[in-house]
Structure formats: structure tokens, C-alpha cells
């Protein structure tokens, strides 16, 4: 189970509001963090790593206090056992594929563990390679696999797809599901793409403006409820009464827009 | 007189060694401290500009200024002078080590500014993934940034070399012109110059500037093949 009450002034270029946030999260949950460009998914996301201080609030992870500001309790981020898969990768340069990993195990490397989860992803055969020889695909690979080799409480991914081709992005994906399942682990992901979360996700959290709009099934999330109007054929209004809609018939147009491909018998 | 040519050079260039190899251990641990990310300490936070201005401060002084003051410092009849005089047998007037300390203080923005520079311009990720993967500050300094600006480090040392093979005024106002000890080619230069000895002070502008430029080639030529690798 995890607890999240934080609260955190976050300033903005133009604009300032409060990250006013108050979440539980069973185990083994996929949850994706969704809203419009700053509205505060990767401030919350880095308030969970523990790159960002929360100005109050409490944080627990499975009975382990994280934060709380009551009791003056900020645990760092080296200490929190999590894996952060940034935008960027933030592969380390200067090391190898295989050297990346092994500086995330430490000096008590399995060799084999190493072997095991680069063929998971494919990239056994670039391991001694740098990551400025890597494409955009292979790089992300290799940066999920640094994330979870120590085995992390938690997996935290910010928009980890964003730059990538939407093939290679949806092979990744499927990896990074089964992984999710094999380690049994708690995943939050920054995302934009309804699809991707339909796909990967059990939750879905809607932030706005640092405030939390909607927080549960994806499908609950994005109001797909029943009588809800969201195609048209042949210029008559369609209204879709308890339809189930599967990410593969998502379609998103835009940040905030997205519509569902559906098939109607006549 | 071809003895003191030779001797004047191998004071010009232990300075430079050794000036180059103090500030490399400083200039490194004073960026690893101003490079801190300071978020809990907010006392650090109002002294950062004022130790970042003291480490730049060399750059716009003139030499004599910061000369004036470590004689005055360092005096042996001042506090610290005389305790170190006492102590380690140092004095700063025309030795050796004194031109060494003068020449430090002097060329430390010519190291720090660069790596500390190069520090700030690595993506704020690189050390976050560092500190996610469990490892602390000073191992994400020494593991993955400093590898990271490895160039950046190697370029700062030639220049600090260079500019304390070219040093003057800070090492005549400290040190003098003393043969063998703390005599260096541009104030030999100097010296020989205002003899009308010009062969002399072209014998010695010309090794300066032959040895300055092999140096930096190489330094250069090495650097460039380590950032294809």
C-alpha cells in the first residue's frame, strides 16, 4: 500500500498554484499520472523519487515513512529503493551498456542477472557498447533495465516514450509490461498518450493544476462510461451504452482529444 | 650563462607543474562543494556567490593587488606568517614555495571557472540517475560527472599551465628575480631586455613560446582523441 498526502507550491514561468495531492495505491498497481503540460505530473513524480521536497505532507510505501514533514522525516532518494526512468534516459556516458548496469547493482553484480535482463529487451549484443552508438529505442531499453536490476519498491517512468518511434514505442511497451509483472512492481508513469495508458495501465491519476481530477480505472478516468457521446457515422449521433472500449481502438489526436474507432452492425 | 638558461626554465616549468597539479586537487574539491545542490542548506546558499566571486576575483585584480596582500598576509610578522614560519620553515618572500602559493591563488579561476562551468552544463538527469540508482554525492561526482567533463579538466589544466609558464608580475612582486630559485623566463625576458641583451631575450622567447606551443598541441591533439572515443 502506498500513501501519498503532499502539498507543494510549484512556481511556473507565468503562473503559480499549489500541488495539493491525497492518494492510496494498492500493490502491484501500473498507474499512470495524466493531465495538460504543467499541471504538476512530474513535480509529483519527483516528490515521490525524492528529488523534489514536498512542502508538507507524509509519504509511506509499504509501511516505510518517506516523508513526513510532521515528524521532520525526508528519506533520500539514495535510501527510497526506487527506479527512475527519465525523459532523457540519463544513460551515463562515459560507461558502456553493460558498465551502466553495473554501476546501478554495485559491487555485487551477477554477471548472469546482467546477460538475463539485456536479452529480456534484446540488447545482449550491444552491451559493450556506448550510449552514444544507440538509438533512441535501445537507449530507453537500457534505461528501464538500469531502473529495475536492483529490483526497486518502486518504478517510476516520466513520459519514457515521448521521443520515440510510435512502433518502437509499443514494443518497448510490452516489455516493460511483462517486466512490470515479472518483478511484481509498483509502476507510475507520466504519460500523454491515452493509448499507451489504456495499453499498460491499471489506474489512471488526472491531475489539473496540481489538483487531482479523476484517480481510478483508466477507463473510469476518461468518463468512457455508458451514454457517452463519442462518434458519429453517417452524421447520426451515436450514443454507446455499456461499450467497453479497448485501447487498440484508441486513437489520440491531441493532448487532451482522443476518439474511439468503434464498428457498428447495421 | 647557458646553466642559467637551463635553470630558469626548470623553475618556469615546476611552477607550472606544480601550480597545475595543486590547483587540480583544489579546483576539484572547491567545485564539488559549489556544485553542491544546497536545497537544506540555506546558509551555503547566501555564501555560494560570495565564494564563486573570491574564485573569480584573480581574473579581474591586478597580480600586484593580490601580491601586496599575501606579502602582507603571510609577513613573518603577522600572526599566520610567523606560526608558519615556526612550524613548517615556510616564508612566502622570495622562495620557491612562496611563488608557488602566489602563483595558486592567482591561476585558481583559470582551473575552477572551466570544470565548474562544464559541471553546470551536464543535464540535471546524469546525477539524478546517479543518486536513483542508490549511489551518493561524492560518488556521482568522481564516477560520472567528472569522466563526463573529463576534457573540460583537461583543457583547464593546459590553460593553467600556459598562463603560469606566462606569469610576471605576481612572481616578481613575491619571489624577485632570483637565479635558480625564483628567476622564470618572462621575468629573465624582462631582465635581459632592459640589458639590451637581446639575443639572450630572444633565446628565451622563443623556447617559451616553441615549448608553450608543443604543449598545448599536444594537450590538445590528446583531448580531441579522447572525446572521439
Known sequence: MIKISVTKHYTQKLR???????????????????????????????????????DK???????????????????????????????????????????????????????????????????????????????GGQKQRVAIVRAIVRKPKILLLDEPFSALDKNIGEKIQDELLQIHKLLKLKTFIVSHDVRQIFKLCNKCIIIDEGKIKSHGKPSETFNLEPSKLIATDDNKKIFLENTIISHDNLEQIDENTFIARIVIKK | MESEFISTLTVTFKLAFYTTSILL???????????????ENKTFKKLKPLIETLVTLPIVLPPSVIGFYLLIIFSPRSKLGKLLNETFDFSLAFTFEGIVLASVFFSLPFMINPIYNAINLLPASLKEASYSLGKSRLTTFLKVQIPCIKNNIISASAITFAHTIGEFGIVLMVGGNIPNETKVASIAIYDEFESLNFTMAHKYSITLFLLSFALLLTIYFINRRISRI
Not at chain 1, 498497481?29 to 504543467?38: E, L, V, W
Not at chain 1, 532523457?88 to 553484480?109: Q, S
Open chain 1, 16 to 54: 503559480n498554484f499549489i500541488l495539493d495531492v491525497d492518494l492510496e495505491l494498492d500493490k502491484h498497481d501500473f498507474t499512470a499520472i495524466y493531465g495538460p503540460s504543467g499541471s504538476g505530473k512530474t513535480t509529483l513524480l519527483r516528490i515521490i523519487a525524492g528529488l523534489t521536497t514536498p
Open chain 2, 25 to 39: 586537487v583544489i579546483g576539484l574539491i572547491i567545485v564539488y562543494i559549489l556544485s553542491n545542490d544546497c536545497q
Open chain 1, 57 to 135: 505532507g507524509f509519504i509511506s510505501v509499504k509501511g516505510d515513512v518517506w516523508f513526513d514533514s510532521k515528524r521532520n522525516i525526508n528519506i533520500p532518494i539514495q535510501k527510497r529503493n526506487i527506479g527512475f526512468v527519465f525523459q532523457d534516459y540519463a544513460l551515463f556516458p562515459n560507461m558502456t551498456v553493460k558498465e551502466n548496469i553495473k554501476y546501478a547493482i554495485g559491487k555485487n553484480y551477477d554477471e548472469k542477472l546482467i546477460d538475463y535482463f539485456l536479452d529480456m529487451v534484446n540488447l545482449k549484443n550491444l552491451k559493450n557498447s556506448y550510449p552514444d552508438n544507440l538509438s
